[in-house]
């Protein structure tokens, strides 16, 4: 009982603390020691921590830190070469000023799902969304939602082969690759996005019937430009075309793909299994695929603006420095939410919800994903979270009720881009904090 209630307690100060900007890097830490502690088991605290903490968190960066290495140096030099604005201008030049929330909700879209960091679009693309919607009149309290939707939504969770981190990290639980349950994706990105910008549509028209336009925001020419900004506007000072910005976006999924549907399924990996007993190649190959794809891309791009880098070491160490923070923080929450799997009173939070629905393991999954998601503030942590202290069952339970583990997949990596929006998750703030850095909303 006591158990049980030091759970919840950690969880509610967890979020409680994250929202007031709390890095996880510290609260993680303290609040799984804290949970050992209520529990009634004070002499397990500092084991608790060096043993099974720090355990899980070094096994999330061995399973998973190349991806997000080179998810955050790809989305850096997509930025720095000019890439990414090439992009964006090319889209909103053929949309028009009056298409300007599509416009936005396109370019974050064909940024994200071709591999490049939503932090990184968010940065890139606001500038423009701004000039955007000034042009077209609509409110500029719209843009967060718009940068949003583009940005970590159906890119993020729902459509087949994003490289994104979300939809890697069920592949060594269930077996399976970044392009699990392909339609049951893209329809689901198809809701997410068609959904969306209707609804953002109505509220521009509403505001607009209002006689509310773009606003008065007359400090968006004092301190605008936050450094890293300025950094990369003094570094794009070389322009690239719409096609070979596309390059690297297109390998990134089409390499993804011939590796994962035709070159590895002709290999023979018998020699590596007898190399490396231990390695589980089923649930290896999904990772590969896109590590290998990301270091392609990264290479092409180089290649292809070769004599036209300003300073290409500052870009590969910044791209390095970025995929720091993402990576520890969400190898802490894992990290939390062993410690939390390790107390006898999460056997009682376990069983209840595996039996939500016992004849169906996609609604308690589709619940469990959703619901740490929430109250971690990040998707990729919710979903590791759950993944490493019921991955296992639920792929029992999938293969008991008859359920392809794809299907499982796809259901918990959508289900991990619902809660994570709540008013303490890491990206809404992002998004949110560039109004202060670009005029007030």
Not at 55 to 84: E, N, V, Y
């Amino acid at each position: 009982m006591f158990s049980t209630f030091a759970i919840v307690i950690t969880l509610l100060l967890l979020m409680f603390f994250a929202y007031r900007g709390y890095s996880v890097l510290i609260l993680a830490p303290i609040m799984a020691i804290l949970a050992v502690v209520l529990s009634g088991d004070f002499l397990s605290s500092i084991p608790a921590y060096t043993d099974v903490f720090m355990g899980a968190l070094s096994g999330f960066l061995l399973k998973f830190f190349p991806i997000f290495l080179l998810g955050a140096l790809f989305g850096r030099l997509m930025a720095d070469s000019g890439a990414a604005t090439a992009i964006a201008s090319t889209v909103v030049e053929k949309l028009g000023a009056s298409k300007a929330i599509l416009a936005v909700i396109l370019v974050c879209a064909i940024l994200t799902y071709g591999g490049v960091s939503l932090f990184v679009v968010a940065f890139a693309i606001y500038p423009i969304a701004k000039d955007l919607f000034k042009a077209a009149d609509i409110p500029k309290r719209l843009i967060p939602a718009a940068i949003a939707l583009g940005s970590f939504t159906f890119t993020m969770t729902a459509l087949p082969g994003t490289p994104a981190i979300q939809n890697a990290i069920p592949i060594p639980y269930y077996n399976t690759n970044v392009f699990a349950a392909p339609i049951l994706g893209i329809i689901g990105g198809l809701v997410m996005f068609i959904g969306g910008w209707m609804w953002l549509q109505s509220r521009a028209r509403k505001a607009n019937a209002a006689g509310e336009g773009y606003g008065q925001h007359d400090d968006e020419d004092v301190g605008s430009l936050s450094a890293d900004t300025q950094e990369t506007e003094a570094l794009n000072t070389h322009q690239t075309s719409f096609t070979v910005a596309m390059i690297p976006l297109v390998l990134v999924i089409g390499l993804n793909a011939i590796l994962t549907y035709i070159i590895f399924p002709l290999m023979e990996f018998n020699g590596l299994q007898t190399q490396f007993p231990e390695l589980n190649i089923a649930g290896s190959l999904g990772l590969w695929s896109i590590i290998i794809s990301l270091v392609v891309a990264c290479v092409v791009l180089v290649l292809l603006r070769i004599g036209h880098w300003d300073n290409l070491q500052k870009t590969i160490n910044r791209g390095t420095y970025d995929s720091m923070l993402p990576i520890f923080n969400t190898a802490s929450e894992v990290g939390y939410g062993a410690v939390i799997a390790s107390l006898a009173g999460f056997l009682i939070i376990r069983d209840s919800i595996l039996n939500l629905n016992p004849d169906n393991p996609l609604i308690s999954e589709a619940v469990a994903m959703t619901t740490l998601a929430g109250i971690t503030g990040s998707s990729s942590g919710g979903l590791s979270i759950a993944l490493s202290t019921l991955g296992e069952d639920y792929l029992r339970m999938a293969i008991n009720a008859g359920i392809d583990p794809e299907l499982m997949h796809r259901v918990a990596v959508m289900a991990a881009g619902g809660l994570d929006t709540l008013p303490h998750s890491g990206a809404v703030i992002t998004v949110i904090t560039l109004g202060t850095m670009f005029g007030s909303f």
